[in-house]
């Protein structure tokens, strides 16, 4: 008989619910850290724990390990899985060892950059979020009864940036996850948005809402944008160090505030909170018992909690941004392929170069230049760095590998007004990837899934590659179908 797992049961029943975010700080030691599991276990309503990986690119305790104690503990965990440093088959394992352990819920991440790595000497980033969750689906089919989560950040206030984001969480859904869980912000009009977005989908992919017990020293770094993929206004960070000046440090200000946002997710019919910034038991047993509370009075605290941008983009504004011509070397290249239709369609023209493709590869010294020929071509053009697993026609000619985490499904959720989240005076390349598909008519074609790249043709020549279907190729069968919008 299968073990209980309160999360699954928890959405199973519709039951709205809470998880606590443990951050695993190499700081803390380990039984500390399982003696927090212990203390919110006595909490009513908390039916896990997310145990981060690397928050922020810090070094942390091994999550797998932790997540084990905490489970030994009785509180089910919901550990971080990430692409950091891991080619897929290490993922796999660590997967592997997940589940030999009967720990059932993963947090599928990219994950973030490490932090204070050189970018000249990137980690290695061989899968994304999508992709992680694909192989994760995978071992599910085998018998392995994972349960899948995936973050989404509906705190964007660039068109691209928040496009993006909804796009990315669709592919996720259709690769196999159960639930998503926001990210960090503190705008209850993004709350709204996510879930009508979802909604007017048919997507009944549960979510939920993080919710952060917002302290004054916290709020100044995320006012940084720091770590990646937080942001506090100015506004906010205002008020919040304005309630510092209180005898109690401005706690009870921000518990309030953590109960008033719980109150909006109940009241828009999220899954549950995501509780993160305490470790205190006493201090989420307060938000909590006080957020039941004050339910009646969500739609007046979704008015209070609104700290976007002024000038920001929604999804739903009434007024949509005019498009950007598309870049003249796109049209080029639309143009040729349209010349050349080879690449998933079985003509002539497409076996023939099979033929030839053939021939080059049986000849180690023709093969060689053929990718140099390839490179010396591309790299000036798209920056490309010969990963072999070329995808620049599913990206709108901008090359992946250009992207601090090699990304190919999507942004990370560090972006920050378009700029890059490891560089940050460097524009994202979704936002071109984004760009040049609107101008196109074609933002749905970027719902295509990508799989990962193989690593042992870096170095080869994607033209071959391509045509003698190495490594994993993108088809158009793969796009996800999500229904329409409804109108």
């Known amino acids: 008989m299968a073990a209980p797992n309160p999360i699954r049961e928890a959405l199973a029943a519709g039951q709205f619910r809470y998880i606590v975010?443990?951050?695993?700080?190499a700081s803390a030691p380990e039984?500390?850290?399982?003696?927090?599991?212990?203390?919110?276990?006595t909490v009513p309503g908390i039916i896990g724990a997310g145990i981060t990986s690397y928050a922020g690119g810090s070094a942390g305790h091994d999550p797998v390990r932790i997540a084990e104690g905490i489970k030994g503990r009785g509180l089910s965990p919901n550990v971080h899985i990430t692409c950091v440093n891991k080619d897929q088959e290490t993922i796999r394992k660590q997967l592997l060892e997940v589940n030999r352990l009967g720990i059932e819920n993963v947090f599928a991440i990219t994950g973030d950059y490490p932090a204070g790595r050189d970018t000249s000497n990137p980690p290695l980033f061989a899968m994304d979020s999508v992709q992680l969750v694909e192989m994760i689906s995978e071992m599910r089919e085998a018998g392995m009864p994972f349960q899948t989560s995936v973050a989404i950040s509906p705190f964007k206030y660039t068109e691209a940036d928040c496009a993006y984001q909804y796009l990315k969480l669709e592919k996720k859904i259709a690769a196999g996850a159960d639930f998503a869980i926001t990210q960090l912000g503190f705008d209850s009009r993004k709350f709204v948005e996510l879930k009508r977005?979802?909604?007017?989908?048919?997507?009944?992919?549960p979510v939920f809402g993080n919710v952060y017990v917002l302290s004054a020293g916290a709020a100044r770094k995320f006012s940084k944008a720091e770590p990646p993929g937080c942001w506090v206004s100015q506004e906010l960070l205002d008020r919040v160090q304005e309630e510092s000046k209180a005898e109690d440090k401005g706690l009870a200000a921000r518990l309030e505030r953590a109960a008033r946002t719980v109150a909006v997710l109940r009241g828009l019919g999220y899954a549950g909170a995501y509780i993160g910034g305490t470790h205190n038991a006493a201090h989420i047993r307060m938000v909590i018992e006080r957020s039941e509370q004050i339910v009646p009075q969500w739609e007046e605290f979704a008015e209070e909690i609104s700290y976007g941008p002024k000038g920001g983009f929604f999804f739903f504004d009434k007024i949509p941004r005019p498009k950007e011509p598309k870049p003249m070397l796109a049209q080029?290249?639309?143009v040729a392929a349209a010349l050349f239709p080879v690449k998933h369609e079985d003509n002539l023209m497409h076996r023939s170069l099979t033929s030839v493709m053939k021939w080059i590869d049986q000849r180690p010294a023709a093969a060689h230049a053929l990718e140099r020929f390839e490179l010396a071509i591309k790299e000036p053009m798209f920056g490309c760095q010969a990963c072999g697993n070329c995808v620049l026609g599913e990206m709108e000619y901008v090359c992946p590998m250009t992207c601090p985490k090699n990304l190919r499904n999507g942004p990370c959720g560090g972006t920050f007004n378009g700029m890059c989240e490891v560089i940050p005076d460097k524009p994202c390349i979704w936002v071109k990837v984004y760009e040049t598909a609107k101008a196109g008519d074609r933002v749905d074609g970027l719902k295509l899934y990508i799989p990962p790249r193989d690593l042992s043709l870096k170095g080869t020549s994607s033209f071959i590659n391509l045509f003698l279907e190495r490594g994993g190729r993108p088809h158009p069968e793969d796009l996800v179908k999500i229904h329409p919008a409804k109108k």
């Open 31 to 41: 039984e500390k850290i399982f003696q927090i599991g212990t203390d919110l276990l």
């Open 197 to 205: 977005y979802l909604d007017e989908r048919g997507l009944k992919t």
């Open 21 to 25: 975010e443990i951050v695993a700080s």
């Open 332 to 334: 080029v290249l639309d």
